[in-house]
C-alpha cells in the first residue's frame, strides 16, 4: 500500500462545476503540498500547508492532521484547470513523497 | 527572478553519447533536488544537494552523475544510458526545509 492515496485518479467535469480531489496519508508528516502538473511537463507548486486551510484565488486546499487527510477543492472550474494534482508529503527530511496523481478534465 | 531554469527542453542521445542537463535558479535557495518522471508515474527523487552537497543519492546508477558547481546551479551528467532512462527529467529548488518548491519545465529524454 503506498504511503500516499489520492482519489478519484480520473476526473471529468463540467465547466463551472465543484471539484474536490482527496489525498490519504499513513505516516507522520511535516508538511503536505498539493502541485499542478500540466501535459507539457512543468510542476507548479500550489500548496503548502501543515495544519488548517490555506485559499488562492479559486483554490482552497484543506488538512487534518488527526485524520491524516486533505483536500484539495477548485471553484467555478474552468477548461485551463485541466491538469494532473499531486499530493506529495514531507515526512521531516529533504524528501517528498508523492502520491499517483489525479488527472483532471474539465469540458467546456 | 523567481523560476527554476532547465536546459535543454528536449534531447536525444545514443547509448554511448555523453551529455548533460543543466538546472539555475538565481532565487537564493539552499537546496535542489533532480527527479526522474515516466509518463503517467509520479516523479521519483535521485538526488539532493544541500548548501552545495550532495545529500541524498537514491541508489541512482552511476551514469547518472551529478554535479553542483555553485549555489545557483545544478548539473546532471549523463552516459551510457540505457532506453529505459528515458523520461522527464525535473529539477527543483528549495529555500529548506519548511518551505515550498520551485520546479522547473523539466528535460524531456529520449534515449536511441
Known amino acids: 500500500k503506498n504511503e500516499v492515496e489520492q482519489s478519484p485518479q480520473n476526473l471529468t467535469a463540467q465547466e463551472g462545476e465543484f471539484i474536490t480531489i482527496n489525498c490519504s496519508y499513513s505516516v507522520g508528516i511535516s508538511a503536505l503540498h498539493w502541485l499542478q502538473q500540466h501535459p507539457g511537463g512543468g510542476i507548479v507548486s500550489l500548496f503548502m500547508l501543515s495544519s488548517g486551510k490555506k485559499k488562492h484565488g479559486r483554490l482552497i486546499a484543506t488538512i487534518n492532521i488527526q485524520e491524516k487527510h486533505s483536500s484539495l477543492h477548485i471553484t467555478a472550474s474552468h477548461p485551463r484547470d485541466s491538469a494532473v494534482y499531486i499530493c506529495a508529503v514531507r515526512k521531516g527530511n529533504e524528501k517528498l513523497t508523492f502520491g499517483t496523481g489525479t488527472r483532471l478534465t474539465i469540458i467546456p | ?112
Not at chain 2, 27 to 50: C, D, I, N, T
Open chain 2, 1 to 112: 527572478d523567481t523560476e527554476v531554469t532547465q536546459t535543454p527542453k528536449h534531447l536525444v542521445m545514443g547509448m554511448t553519447n555523453k551529455k548533460s542537463l543543466k538546472c539555475e535558479q538565481h532565487m537564493g535557495h539552499r537546496a535542489m533536488y533532480w527527479y526522474k518522471q515516466k509518463a503517467k508515474k509520479p516523479p521519483e527523487l535521485m538526488f539532493v544537494y544541500s548548501y552545495e552537497k550532495l545529500s541524498i543519492n537514491e541508489s541512482v546508477p552511476s551514469r547518472f552523475s551529478p554535479e553542483c558547481p555553485n549555489s545557483s546551479l545544478l548539473n546532471l551528467h549523463l552516459h551510457a544510458l540505457q532506453p529505459e532512462d528515458s523520461a522527464l527529467y525535473l529539477c527543483a529548488s528549495s529555500p529548506g526545509a519548511n518551505y515550498g518548491y520551485t520546479f522547473g519545465s523539466g528535460t524531456r529524454l529520449t534515449v536511441v
